[in-house]
């Protein structure tokens, strides 16, 4: 995996744990990898993946059961679009509104341009 600079790691790892759930590599109730086995995997630190994983336990998109290992949450799928959704709504699109702005870009060659994507 190629990590950028501009994110912590853990954050990126996370969001390709997300991504392996949102394409159904890990559906729901689904066991996915050990921290060492995702550490190996990705050649990262183990504390590395552990926090990714506390990250996604904390937003109810995996589970612990002890011992035994981490799951796929119920509804997983569901609630990383809704995670990334508003995100994307508070984040990227209010810098994307800020530089059509400052461009002078009508929201008509917006919508064309959006019309016309491939």
């Known amino acids: 995996m190629d990590f950028k600079e501009s994110k912590p790691i853990y954050l990126q790892i996370a ?9 159904g590599k890990y559906p ?9 086995e995702y550490a190996a ?8 993946v552990v926090r990714s994983y506390d990250y996604l336990q904390n937003n109810e998109v995996i589970f612990n ?21 508003n995100l994307f709504m508070s984040s990227h699109l209010e810098d994307f509104f800020k530089e059509i702005d400052m461009l002078h870009i009508s929201i008509n060659e917006i ?8």
């Open 15 to 23: 969001d390709r744990i997300c991504n392996e759930i949102l394409t």
């Open 28 to 36: 729901d109730n689904e066991r996915i990898p050990s921290v060492r």
């Open 41 to 48: 995997s990705l050649e990262v630190n183990a504390n590395t």
């Open 65 to 85: 059961k002890r011992g035994i290992g981490y799951f796929v949450s119920e509804g997983a799928a569901d609630k990383i679009l809704i995670i990334r959704r």
């Open 111 to 118: 919508v064309e341009l959006y019309k016309n994507r491939k």
